[in-house]
């Protein structure tokens, strides 16, 4: 009977490879081109929506110009901010700021994250407090720094070391705790030793809850930094976007107020297209939890 | 009709019976207890097993039975409550039912960090790693990252990874159980090759009998609450057996009777 016949280990050879061609998915997906599009013009077009709805808005006459400026009145505003290096100088300055301080931020609460997540007695003490600190607005600590460092640059800092690091430190310790367990099995099972054990196993694992806190941490170092700037400006403070938000409202001009808006927002959504979306989504394509590499 | 004669005979020892040699032991345990809890129920209770080097065991037993922990005791995981765990050489690998690879990984660095944690030097382990995934047939899947590996690759590259610890003693918890039944037939074809190959003792969990009977030398009864071993089969093979034989087949169905008997005792 032929259905009794042995495989030979030729046979099962090229079973399996025929089995292992089927079972992984072919390179390369048509859907990619498309989907790049939509992403680009979607958004686009919700914003030329909003723009439409505004314009109708000023047009319809319902309150004065001085109060809600028309589309092109910020626009030449902005022009006319541009010309004069305004603008460029705002963004340099609230720019710079805002990412050394930033960068300091992650720098400081990485190792207190691990710290955090892996020692008992450091997670029961402080743990609650940090989570508490996330909960206060970092605007809370303006006036403090204000006192502390008068209007200089440091007050600036010490406001965004504030808001970001609790932030970075609740994305690590979260991103630990949710590497599954197997994975530590796996390392005890390897023979990793405790610190092996964080190098190899429970730091890459905790990745995408890092970048995430990162990202979260970066978007709370912008809003304290701009609202630190609003409330501390002169003295030896430098110009930036929220200074020049807060200079608008002094002489009631309505457009340089929309045009700061415009800009502080602007550096948000590009910092957030150019640096983490393309991170993140680096990050969870290679270990094939994106979207596009569903199957 | 093919001329190979029927190839696998069993035969029912008791557990005491089994006679092999203290010194020359690949894994021996002695009444070996475990409690999750002083006062809680006994989990496993008197556990007497000897395996001798190379020697290929499957353990059978109900959901529940205390068949993985009896593993994790042996893979040094856990702690028994009480009794003298013994393992040849620097403990055992193991190797578990989802594949466990590193998904930030590619499968050669999954198989390269198994050989880091060893203290291989870092020249050579890119060359073992290769060695490794030719022995289970992907010497092309190195570059690859996990989720781009179907899962009995994925077993495949974890058994590698096992391998590359060097241990004398592959534990192996279920790890075909979530395969399809044409992946699982070839992966019981591999690890027999690798087996025969490599010379390692194999400890096999499976609540398949007809997998345990395919693959084992001996296949071990588990009861369940305590967990004990009660039973245990020799199946002599001569020359090939395939999962589809009838000699397998009766021998399942004579170890299913008994399991199916032990899991009746605890019916209501």
Known sequence: MPSEALASPADARSLESGLDALQTAPVGSTRRGRRTFWTVAAPLLALALLIAGWQLFVSAGIKPAYIVPSPLDVLHEAGAAWGRGDIQRAVATSLERGVIGFGVAALIATPIGILVARVRWVRMSFGPLITGLQVLPSVAWVPAAILWFGLTDATAYFVILMGAIPSIINGLVAGVDQVPPLFRRVGAVLGAGPLELVRHIILPAALPGYVAGLKQGWAFSWRSLMAAEIIAVGGKIGFGLGSMLQQGREVQDMSVVFVAIAGILTVGILVELLVFAPLERGLLRRRGLAAETAR | ?268
């Open chain 2, 1 to 268: 009709m093919s001329t190979t004669a029927p190839r696998a005979t069993l035969t029912a020892r008791t557990p005491a019976a089994s006679v092999v040699s203290t010194t020359a032991a690949a894994v021996r345990l002695e009444q070996v207890n475990k409690r999750f809890t002083a006062a809680g129920p006994a989990i496993l209770e008197g556990i007497d097993l000897t395996i001798a080097p190379g020697e290929f065991v499957c353990l059978i037993g109900a959901s529940g039975c205390g068949k993985s922990t009896l593993l994790n005791i042996v893979a040094g995981l856990e702690p028994a409550t009480s009794g003298h765990v013994q393992v040849a050489g620097d403990g055992a690998a193991l190797m578990f039912q989802e594949s466990a690879l590193l998904p930030w990984l590619t499968a050669r660095r999954n198989v390269e960090l198994a050989l880091r944690l060893r203290g291989v030097p870092r020249g050579e382990r890119r060359d073992r790693a290769d060695e490794l995934l030719e022995l289970v047939h992907l010497k092309g899947a190195g570059g690859k990252a996990v989720h781009e590996l179907s899962g009995g690759m994925r077993q495949r590259v974890a058994l590698a990874r096992c391998l590359a610890q060097e241990r004398d003693v592959l534990l192996m918890d279920e790890p075909f159980g979530a395969l399809d039944a044409i992946t699982r037939d070839l992966l019981h074809d591999e690890l027999e090759r690798i087996w025969l190959g490599t010379g390692r003792t194999i400890v096999f969990i499976t609540h398949n009998v007809r997998e345990a009977v395919r693959l084992g030398q001996r296949v071990l009864l588990m009861s369940s609450r305590p967990g004990r071993i009660v039973r245990e089969w020799a199946v002599e093979v001569h020359g090939e057996r395939r999962i589809e034989a009838p000699e397998v087949a009766t021998l399942a169905v004579e170890i299913t009777d008994h399991l199916r008997e032990e899991i009746r005792r605890h019916a209501v």
